[in-house]
């Protein structure tokens, strides 16, 4: 166990609405990043959130935003969503700016299947 | 070009056997490079991390890192069933806020 838990576990959705997911990270931990996981392919680079700022983003269009609160808790939300948004969604965790030396923990993510 | 490649496999060894995992990566100025295994349906988990050139081993597992030739591998020594997994290799560009992932290596290990 990682620490980091997500919420919730599988979720479906229609085209064209808009999903919430939830990660809480590991106390103390200040950084936290989203990946996109289609089957059978690596993680992808959504953004990444430090101390409750956006530190970097990937590319992903803006319809996909964050938010990450001071009790290590974050939000990825994703608005107007498309079928090739069905995917394995991850939110890792690290003490400081992932990078260099710091490990990143996963969460157990959030399966999204949209129809 | 992709930033990170892997060979997909699947790579398939018997059990006992040593497992050859190759990841090369196209930012020379990268400066920090992972293994995660995952399990299927499973978050990854990380293995080893690697930041300088040469050999890093743990346990069963031995990190080989080449800058100048932008390499790495990962080493499984007397592999096990349990091992069957997917192997992501992942790098931290440059400015270190974002990790790219390689699309993984396959393993099976037959008993």
Same mark, same amino acid.
């Given at each position: ?7 919730? #576990? ?9 999903? #919430?997911?939830?990660?809480? &990270?590991? &106390? ?44 290590? &808790? ?28 710091? #490990? ?12 | ?8 496999? /699947?790579?398939?060894? /018997?059990?006992?056997? =040593?497992?050859?995992?190759?990841? %090369? ?55 096990? /069933?349990?091992?069957?997994? %997917? ?6 560009? /440059?400015?270190?806020?974002? %990790? =790219?992932?390689?699309?993984? %290596? ?6």
């Amino acid at each position: 166990e990682t620490g980091v838990t997500q919420s919730p #576990t599988h979720l479906i959705k229609t085209r064209g609405q808009q999903v #919430t997911l939830r990660c809480s &990270s590991q &106390s103390g931990h200040n950084t936290v990043s989203w990946y996109q996981q289609a089957l059978g392919q690596g993680p992808q680079f959504i953004f990444q959130y430090y101390r409750e700022e956006e530190n970097g983003r990937g590319n992903f269009p803006p319809r996909f935003s964050g938010l990450q609160f001071p009790n290590y &808790s974050s939000e990825l939300n994703v608005n107007a969503l498309e079928l090739d948004d069905s995917a394995l969604y991850l939110c890792a965790s690290s003490l400081d700016l992932a990078g260099g030396t710091d #490990t990143q923990y996963f969460g157990p993510g959030t399966r999204l299947t949209v129809l | 070009q992709k930033e990170v490649e892997q060979n997909s496999g /699947p790579l398939s060894v /018997p059990e006992g056997a =040593i497992a050859s995992l190759n990841c %090369t990566y196209s930012d020379r100025g990268s400066q920090s490079f992972f293994w995660y295994r995952q399990y299927s349906g499973k978050s990854p988990e990380l293995i080893m991390f690697i930041y300088s050139n040469g050999d890093k081993e743990d346990g069963r597992f031995t990190a080989q890192l080449n800058k100048a030739s932008q390499y790495v591998s990962l080493l499984i020594r007397d592999s096990q /069933p349990s091992d069957s997994a %997917t192997y992501l290799c992942a790098v931290n560009a /440059p400015g270190g806020f974002k %990790t =790219i992932f390689g699309a993984g %290596t396959r393993l099976f290990v037959k008993a």
